[in-house]
């Protein structure tokens, strides 16, 4: 398997840190970060801002724009995953890897890269309606498809399987391994637009004195405002934590073809 005799041959070391703990892949994703923290947040920001816009203004955009935009999701978000993916392994690699070599690379494989992610998507949706957890169990199974074939050369459908094998006998650990950081960032983004709520409302008392008439006109006047505002932060903190979890993929990716070049 080539990520195997990458392990091998590359870096001798990185067998014997092959892990599927949360925990250290977290703290070692945070380590790794910072010399392409910028790089990936550019790959990652322009399709999350796409999807916000659609999420945000839909129905005034128009069927037409609605659409367009929803289009560069679904097939603009793949390619910059694989970018991200591949920026990611050049560092890992100890190579220095370049913003325009990650798209040349993601580009050149963005037929495989798109299909992928339909493809897994549509298998996911699929099993969720049969009682969530085939979805689910789909899902961890077919996690690493796109790095498969951003980092392993493979097709659309060669990409499923080989994520679908990697994880093969692994599946409670991968689960776990992704749980723990969703929980992790989730909880800490959920938190951030009660803490808006919070400082808005403190923000009214201390303006008006702490006179409650006022306080609730205040607060029934700007609380559009600070509803969109904490939208927003909760959006920014999303997207600012994308390029700590395509390190983290990658890092669990890289571990599980460790492991079973080890078993093997």
């Known amino acids: 398997m080539k990520g195997v005799d990458w392990a091998a041959h590359e870096d001798p070391s990185a067998m014997q ?10 703290r070692r994703s945070f380590e790794l970060v910072g010399p392409i923290y910028w790089p990936l947040l550019i790959l990652t920001s322009s399709s999350h801002i796409a999807f916000f816009v659609v999420g ?12 367009l935009l929803l289009a560069y999701v679904l097939v603009g978000a793949p390619i910059l995953t694989g970018a991200a993916f591949w920026l990611v392994d050049q560092h890992l690699k ?15 494989k963005a037929v495989p890269l798109i299909f992928g992610s339909l493809l897994v998507n549509l298998i996911s949706s699929l099993g969720m309606q049969l009682f969530v957890f085939p979805g689910i169990y789909c899902r961890v199974r077919l996690a690493f498809t796109l790095c ?23 599946w409670w650990g991968v689960f776990w391994a992704f749980l723990v950081v969703v929980l992790i960032f989730g909880i800490s983004i959920l938190l951030l637009p ?10 009214a008392a201390v303006v008006t004195g702490g006179n409650t008439d006022i ?9 559009p405002v600070v509803a969109l505002l904490a939208v ?32 093997a």
Do not use: C, H
């Not at 945000?56 to 659409?67: Q, V």
């Not at 009660?194 to 923000?203: C, D, E, P, R, S």
């Not at 306080?215 to 609380?223: E, F, K, M, T, Y």
């Open 17 to 26: 840190s092959a892990t599927l703990s949360p925990i250290l892949l977290l």
């Open 56 to 67: 945000l203004t839909s129905p005034s955009l128009g069927m037409i724009l609605s659409l």
């Open 94 to 108: 100890q190579r220095t890897p370049l913003l325009g070599n990650s798209l040349d690379q993601a580009f050149s």
């Open 148 to 170: 498969a074939i951003a980092l392993e050369d493979k097709g659309a459908t060669e990409g499923l399987g080989y994520s679908w094998n990697l994880v093969r006998g692994r």
């Open 194 to 203: 009660f803490v808006v709520a919070i400082l808005g409302a403190t923000l």
């Open 215 to 223: 306080i609730g006109l205040a607060l029934l006047v700007w609380a």
């Open 232 to 263: 927003v932060v909760g959006f920014a903190a999303f997207t600012a934590v994308t390029p700590i979890f395509n390190v983290y993929t990658v890092l669990l990716f890289r571990s599980l073809q460790q492991l079973k070049g080890q078993a």
